[in-house]
């Protein structure tokens, strides 16, 4: 009787543990339909850097750092046209912030405070010392 308990309780022990229901998952992070590009942009920056790294320890030759440089270039630049293509234009809030960033050039900056204006952007006012804010 006792070992017919445990064998039971074993068996509810696992089947607990191993009997997942879909329901109790949690939902897949999003992929984005570029994503794969990214990481293909990334393992070429990888490979530049490292393949720098070796031409400035003097494992290559200048003739085959060149070749291979420009080749890994090329790639990237494809990737990169790539990820553009699918991208589209910039995103509406993007777009409208580097729109609010080049009309506020345009007009310099204002120190909140005091009313100073300033053609660059600084940290803090140059006529009250407060802070300007965030760029």
Not at 4 to 20: D, K, P, R
Not at 23 to 29: K, M, R, V
Not at 42 to 49: P, V
Not at 126 to 134: F, L, Q, R, V
Request: net charge positive; hydrophobic share 45%; charged share 25%.
């Amino acid at each position: 009787m006792l070992l017919l308990l445990s064998v039971v309780l074993i068996l509810g022990a696992v089947a607990f543990t191993f009997l997942i229901r879909p329901a109790d998952l949690p939902e897949p992070d999003p992929v984005l339909p570029w994503q794969h590009l990214e990481d293909r942009k990334a393992r070429i920056y990888e490979n530049l850097r490292d393949l720098q790294f070796e031409f400035r320890v003097g494992k290559l030759s200048e003739a085959d750092y060149q070749r291979t440089k420009q080749g890994l270039q090329t790639e990237l630049a494809g990737t990169l046209a790539e990820i553009d293509a699918l991208k589209g234009a910039l995103p509406a809030p993007a777009a409208a912030k580097a729109a609010k960033k080049t009309a506020k050039k345009a007009e310099g900056y204002v120190c909140p405070h005091c009313g100073a204006k300033f053609a660059q952007y600084m940290k803090f006012c140059g006529e009250c010392g407060k802070a300007m804010g965030a760029e």
